[in-house]
Structures are given as structure tokens and as C-alpha cells.
């Protein structure tokens, strides 16, 4: 029987920090929901109602774009190994870019991954625990290094480039602001410098 919980307990935390993969979830009024899975040791607890994660740069930029027209966030664990358990996190959220006072702060939290793009914040409204009986065993066996090798082969010019060509609008057409809110002057200003 799922239960459900105002604030991050103790074993959420523990619970939480065992975990190699977590799951995002966001969607704006109408559109595409947007289910997202995260890895890289990206996500801190910052206190019983609030945690950050660290986005890398990916194909998509869906997650930026929802928060800034509608910042309702889910976030799901789920139990691969030893006891079977399901714990999702409700709640409203925002992005710090780069070009955000705050970045450096919240920035110092993780190590440094090559491609970092956002930090998200999330306000934990509801958490909510179920069995997860009928989640399989899966056993991890490493991350991935492609795709902090990839961002380290672009670079951090390189990176920038495929944000402006990749990631400045969602896939409904809508804009992420990725350039206007890292800082990132637009591919059209690059050219004339």
C-alpha cells in the first residue's frame, strides 16, 4: 500500500542515495509529457523538502523548456536490488543556468561533469512511496563514459554550438532559453565576433 509523506524522511535519503538511476518526469498544460532517465551521480538532497540534480546536454532540452512555462516536476526511484520500493517526489521546480548568479553555488555540490547545462531545483510538495513487487532485478555495472567523452571531444565551444543547434526548442516548437539564460551569445553574434 503506497504511502505517502510531506517531507524526505531519513531512510528516503538513504533510499535515494543507493540509487544509480533516477527517472524525471514534466509536461506543460497541453503538449508532450516528458519522461527523462538520469544518471552520473547527479542529484543531492538539500534538505526534507528540496533537491537538485545536474542536467548534462542531451538531444533534447524538454525538462528546461516545461519547467519555465509550468514547473511541475516528478521524480521516480525506483528499487532494482534488494527491497522492492517505488518512491516518487512532487513537487515545483526551476533551472539555474550558467549565466545564473546562483550557479556556482549549487554547481560546488557536484563534481564536474563535462556538457553540464542545468541545475534543477525541485520544492518537494509530496513524496510517496510504493512496493515496486513487480520491478525487476536489474544489476549495475557502470556508467556510461560516452557521453562525458563526446562532451570533452567538443569541448566547451563545441557543446555551446550543438545547444544552439540542438536544444534551443522543445519538441512541441516551444524555446528551452538555453542561449539567453547561459549566457551564450547566439550563433548569429558568434559569427560576427
Same mark, same amino acid.
Given at each position: 500500500? %503506497? @504511502?505517502?509523506?510531506?517531507?524526505?524522511?531519513? &531512510?528516503?535519503?538513504? !533510499?535515494?542515495?543507493?540509487? +544509480?538511476?533516477?527517472?524525471?518526469? *514534466?509536461?506543460? @498544460?497541453?503538449?508532450?509529457?516528458?519522461? /527523462?532517465? +538520469? %544518471?552520473?551521480?547527479?542529484?543531492?538532497?538539500?534538505?526534507? #523538502?528540496?533537491?537538485?540534480?545536474?542536467?548534462?546536454? %542531451?538531444?533534447?532540452n524538454e *525538462?528546461?523548456?516545461?519547467?519555465?512555462?509550468?514547473?511541475?516536476? *516528478?521524480?521516480?526511484?525506483?528499487? !532494482?536490488?534488494?527491497?522492492?520500493?517505488?518512491?516518487?517526489?512532487?513537487? @515545483?521546480?526551476?533551472?539555474?543556468?550558467?549565466g545564473?548568479?546562483?550557479?556556482?553555488? =549549487?554547481?560546488?555540490?557536484?563534481?564536474?561533469?563535462?556538457?553540464?547545462?542545468?541545475? !534543477?531545483?525541485?520544492?518537494?510538495?509530496?513524496?510517496? /512511496? &510504493?512496493?515496486?513487487?513487480?520491478?525487476? =532485478?536489474?544489476? =549495475?555495472?557502470?556508467? $556510461?563514459? @560516452?557521453?562525458?567523452?563526446?562532451?570533452?571531444? +567538443?569541448?566547451?565551444?563545441?557543446?555551446?554550438?550543438?545547444? $544552439? &543547434?540542438? #536544444?534551443?526548442?522543445?519538441?512541441?516548437?516551444?524555446?528551452?532559453?538555453?542561449?539567453? +539564460?547561459?549566457?551564450?551569445?547566439?550563433?548569429?553574434? *558568434?559569427?560576427?565576433q
Amino acid at each position: 500500500m %503506497g @504511502q505517502r509523506y510531506l517531507e524526505l524522511k531519513d &531512510s528516503h535519503r538513504e !533510499f535515494i542515495a543507493g540509487q +544509480k538511476l533516477f527517472f524525471v518526469a *514534466t509536461a506543460m @498544460q497541453d503538449g508532450r509529457v516528458n519522461m /527523462s532517465p +538520469k %544518471g552520473m551521480d547527479s542529484l543531492r538532497v538539500l534538505g526534507p #523538502n528540496q533537491v537538485a540534480w545536474l542536467n548534462v546536454t %542531451g538531444s533534447g532540452n524538454e *525538462t528546461a523548456c516545461h519547467v519555465e512555462h509550468s514547473p511541475r516536476m *516528478t521524480l521516480m526511484f525506483c528499487a !532494482f536490488e534488494g527491497k522492492p520500493l517505488i518512491l516518487r517526489l512532487y513537487g @515545483q521546480a526551476r533551472a539555474i543556468h550558467q549565466g545564473d548568479p546562483e550557479w556556482a553555488d =549549487y554547481y560546488g555540490l557536484f563534481e564536474p561533469l563535462p556538457g553540464a547545462r542545468q541545475i !534543477f531545483l525541485l520544492d518537494v510538495g509530496l513524496a510517496q /512511496s &510504493s512496493c515496486g513487487m513487480s520491478v525487476p =532485478y536489474y544489476q =549495475y555495472q557502470g556508467e $556510461r563514459e @560516452q557521453l562525458n567523452d563526446w562532451a570533452r571531444t +567538443k569541448g566547451e565551444a563545441g557543446v555551446q554550438d550543438y545547444w $544552439r &543547434s540542438r #536544444n534551443v526548442s522543445s519538441l512541441d516548437g516551444l524555446p528551452t532559453g538555453i542561449v539567453e +539564460k547561459s549566457g551564450l551569445a547566439s550563433a548569429d553574434e *558568434t559569427r560576427q565576433q
